[in-house]
């Protein structure tokens, strides 16, 4: 379709290298809605009749049902979706379907149709993130009474609602809805009427296709609208970040699944066995997100690399932008998907969190606290319960076994209400201030998730 000015054929070796049909297959309908949209805008020019602005249109869909239904034939030769689909048009209407391309580039073309991939697919991804979220809620509330240690450098440290641990990852995923949204509004610009790099000599209103497309404005710079790829590195900065995300929640259902744990059982139907040992039952959904994180990892840094040293405008090496941006799509989504199923239908063994969190250390701090609310200064507090730990841990007593005359030798500060103080109950109900872990917080947080997960936010 360029070969014009060619007279030796494209070695063989350089269209295997060259091509991109083998992925960017996948971008036929929005390649097929952009150039319908293209062709609106060539009416509009006065370039196409309406008569034949209808035929092309008609051609392009026809071709769409083809590839939809598995019959149409991609060449190679023929490079790239863009080509294909402009070869295979002219094949069926002629010489209208070769008037399609007139005052565009595959440069602006390309880069339309990616804008229109990611506005999709980032709209999907927003809504999976609202399924795990709602999987996450769904646990807390079928266990909102459970409690469990709450962890610090893996060290057991205070008592927690289990349900504010999960809370936890809610507000997470929150933040990347959030970046999703704000990633979105950059997605969302319409590139097409750039031409190569410099627009073009037929007076186009560019306008007719963002409307038609359902953009809300237009890129104002030709060339910086057929090089910029900044959207893909920030969509791949936020799935790489869902990833993150996804993984920290894998590494503790993967040790709340342990022997050593016990604080959860996953379903059959979410968890393995072993070739050899039959009594395994193994975290495999978990164990693959946070490997698969890795990837996710590699293609921000893989898409940075190539943006890094190209000269204006388009280079062929923004043909590498595609296979990063696929993987890490499809590996989030279907990542969210399992996850989500997986969560929603996993138990808390409850009588085992509570017996770690009846764990007396739990409550040092609370102690301590104890002492400041009578006037003693925090630092001589935490010295006075350590020194509390220390003799606990040597006459093998829980601070519920300790006698009042004891406590009274670490500080006559203490009284008979200390007793009060060494109940996991009391220590959460006393964590009252906002997003601090008493009953009533993590109910009310779990019914504000329950009426905002109900409503539809799409992007
Ligand atoms: N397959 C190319 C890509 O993905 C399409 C644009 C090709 N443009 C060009 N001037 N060779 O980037």
């Known amino acids: 379709m360029w070969k014009g000015r060619f007279q030796v054929e494209t070695s063989n070796l350089v269209q295997a290298y060259g091509e991109s049909i083998s992925f960017d297959w996948r971008l036929y309908p929005y390649d097929v809605e952009g150039s319908i949209a293209h062709a609106a805008v060539l009416q509009d020019a006065g370039i196409l009749t309406k008569a034949e602005e209808k035929e092309i249109a008609k051609g392009l869909r026809e071709i769409k049902k083809e590839i939809d239904a598995g019959e149409f034939e991609f060449k190679t030769s023929l490079e790239d979706i863009h080509m294909n689909i402009e070869s295979a048009l002219t094949e069926k209407i002629g010489d209208v379907g070769a008037k399609l391309h007139t005052a565009r580039s595959r440069n602006d073309q390309v880069a339309l149709d990616v804008r229109l991939y990611c506005r999709d697919e980032t709209n999907q991804i927003h809504e999976l993130l609202t399924g795990m979220q709602s999987a996450l809620l769904k646990l807390a509330q079928n266990h909102p009474e459970a409690v469990v240690p709450g962890y610090t450098h893996l060290q057991r440290g205070q008592p927690v609602l289990f349900a504010h641990h999960l809370l936890a990852y809610i507000e997470m995923f929150e933040r990347d809805k959030g970046r999703l949204a704000d990633c979105y509004k950059r997605i969302n610009v319409m590139?097409?009427?750039?031409?190569?790099?410099?627009?073009s000599t037929i007076p186009l209103n560019r306008k007719v296709a963002a409307e038609k497309l359902n953009f809300?404005?237009?890129?104002?710079?030709s060339m910086d609208a057929v090089s910029d790829r900044d959207f893909i590195a920030e969509l791949l900065f936020d799935l790489s970040m869902i990833g993150i995300h996804l993984s920290r929640i894998s590494e503790d259902v993967i040790l709340w699944a342990s022997a050593e744990f016990g604080f959860i059982e996953l379903s059959d139907a979410h968890t393995t066995g072993s070739s050899l040992m039959p009594q395994k039952k193994n975290p495999d959904?978990?164990?693959?997100?946070?490997?698969?994180?890795?990837?996710?990892t590699g293609n921000l840094?893989?898409?940075l690399t190539?943006?890094?040293?190209l000269p204006m405008t388009y280079n062929r090496d923004l043909q590498e932008d595609k296979e990063p941006l696929f993987d890490s799509i499809d590996t989030v989504k279907i990542a969210l998907e399992v996850f989500a199923e997986m969560m929603s239908?996993?138990?808390?063994?409850e009588e085992i969190t509570a017996e770690a969190t009846s764990d007396p250390f739990l409550l040092a701090t609370d102690i301590a606290d104890y002492l400041v609310l009578k006037g003693v200064p925090f630092r001589h507090a935490h010295e006075i319960v350590g020194k509390l730990t220390a003799y606990s841990l040597n006459e093998k007593q829980a601070f519920q076994q300790i006698p009042l005359q004891q406590y009274r030798e670490f500080s006559d500060t203490f009284e008979d209400d200390v007793y009060q103080v060494l109940e996991v109950k009391t220590a959460l109900k006393a964590r009252k201030a906002t997003g601090a872990p008493s009953p009533g917080n993590v109910n009310r947080q779990i019914s504000k998730w329950q009426k905002k997960l109900e409503k539809k936010d799409s992007l």
């Open 191 to 199: 590139p097409l009427g750039s031409g190569a790099l410099a627009g």
């Open 216 to 221: 809300p404005a237009l890129t104002q710079n």
């Open 285 to 296: 959904v978990a164990e693959l997100t946070r490997g698969k994180t890795g990837r996710l």
């Open 301 to 303: 840094v893989s898409i």
């Open 306 to 309: 190539t943006l890094k040293g």
């Open 345 to 349: 239908e996993a138990k808390i063994k």
